[in-house]
């Protein structure tokens, strides 16, 4: 089966993220599939820039073929970002012929984001007598209207609106990674027999190749915490106002046990203000790190007790989490805290750590004194069961058929 991934944000081992599209590629290649992905060069979540000379350009990567088609620059959430997808569909709609050549799509899948891909990728479909699948990662328009604060009635939401009823309609299946989204798809028009959930995933392989020591200045910065007797509790991943990484610096704030260390790995727009409070309230036992590339991940997590995560109190979260960064916990074996009121809880279905509600530092610090008190070995079981439960569900190598076995 020939199969077009359109997804405007995809990335690779070599650019960053976002990594599901090459990981179900490369899985969807192991079972004898061909697959192209169609990306844009800007992408606000790389850290890597493909290079593009021209309008589009081919590279392989292990096996897949990647489009770039040449976007404009942008930065933030503003017009900026709104003109690059636009300019990324009208290259799609210009080059798509150009594009794929010989290469016949039995499958097309619109998985940007945002919906607007869904109209080039039926497009695509029809030309080609080709299934079209239309893939969600967030609920678009709900996403900018409830974390963002747009009207309904702004112009660029109500053309969102207008392509999500569009995809539930025209789409042949819907793949949805949020767990708890059936019934609102139902209300937009989609039949509901078209759902099937695929979540985020994990491979198993980049863990089992890690390095188990490196010479990256976070990596001696958590030996030297360990080699001073001190109990991590780490959070590893973007620090943004979504984050709610504040409420880490409360509960740091309430501590009083001088051997429990807060420790926060990574960088973000909210980085700098974070640090400056920090400074602000004489926060001794709260630490700020370097982010390290990904490879280094399961490194840095082998240093943390208690791994924490959290989100701020949203109501979209009532269709459900799937955030990479738990799965890499679970994966490293940690116990978690999760701070984050949401319609599904991978933490409690493994049994490897609390909930909690967000943003409530009296309850965080409780929970970190409650884990941190558990007996070694108990906490060494919650991180084995966290580590069977991604396994079972969330490795790549089993998303990768599943979503396959939809199309047949």
């Not at 188990?212 to 976070?218: F, I, K, L, M, Q």
């Not at 959070?235 to 704030?253: C, R």
């Not at 409070?277 to 991940?297: C, D, E, T, W, Y």
Request: aromatic content about 8%.
């Amino acid at each position: 089966m020939n199969i077009l991934l359109i997804n405007h944000y995809a990335g690779s081992i070599r650019h960053g993220m976002e990594f599901r599209p090459y990981y179900m590629a490369r899985e969807w290649q192991k079972l004898g599939h061909k697959v192209m992905i169609v990306a844009a060069t800007e992408s606000h979540v790389r850290t890597v820039r493909p290079v593009s000379d021209k309008s589009v350009s081919i590279e392989d990567i292990d096996g897949i073929t990647y489009a770039w088609l040449r976007t404009t620059k942008y930065n933030g959430n503003g017009v900026g970002r709104v003109i690059n997808m636009f300019s990324f569909l009208g290259q799609l709609f210009r080059h798509a012929s150009a594009l794929l050549g010989s290469f016949k799509p039995d499958v097309v899948i619109a998985s940007s984001t945002y919906p607007l891909d869904i109209w080039p990728a039926r497009h695509i479909a029809r030309k080609y007598g080709a299934k079209l699948v239309f893939e969600v990662h967030d609920l678009w328009p709900l996403s900018p209207i409830e974390l963002g604060g747009m009207s309904p009635k702004h112009p660029f939401i109500r053309l969102l609106q207008c392509a999500e009823d569009y995809a539930y309609k025209h789409a042949d299946h819907v793949v949805s990674m949020l767990p708890n989204v059936k019934d609102y798809m139902v209300s937009r028009g989609m039949v509901r027999g078209k759902l099937h959930i695929v979540p985020n995933g994990i491979c198993p392989e980049d863990w089992l190749d890690a390095p188990v020591s490196a010479d990256h200045e976070t990596v001696v910065r958590l030996q030297s915490l360990k080699a001073a007797g001190k109990r991590i509790v780490g959070y590893a991943g973007t620090h943004g106002v979504a984050n709610a990484l504040d409420t880490v610096l409360d509960a740091a704030a309430l501590t009083t046990d001088d051997s429990i260390a807060y420790v926060l790995v990574g960088s973000g727009p909210d980085k700098d203000a974070l640090m400056a409070r920090a400074k602000q309230m004489s926060l001794h036992n709260i630490h700020f790190l370097s982010p390290v590339p990904k490879g280094l991940i399961p490194c840095v997590l082998q240093y943390f007790d208690v791994a924490y995560i959290g989100l701020q109190s949203q109501p979209l979260f009532r269709f459900g989490i799937a955030p990479n960064k738990l799965m890499d916990y679970m994966m490293a074996g940690r116990p978690v805290i999760m701070a984050i009121n949401a319609g599904n809880d991978p933490v409690a279905e493994a049994a490897c750590g609390m909930t909690i509600s967000p943003e409530n530092p009296a309850l965080l610090y409780q929970a970190v004194s409650d884990l941190l008190a558990v007996p070694g070995d108990e906490r060494v079981a919650m991180g084995k069961r966290g580590r069977n439960y991604v396994l079972q569900h969330h490795a790549y190598e089993q998303l990768a058929s599943s979503f396959l076995s939809i199309l047949k």
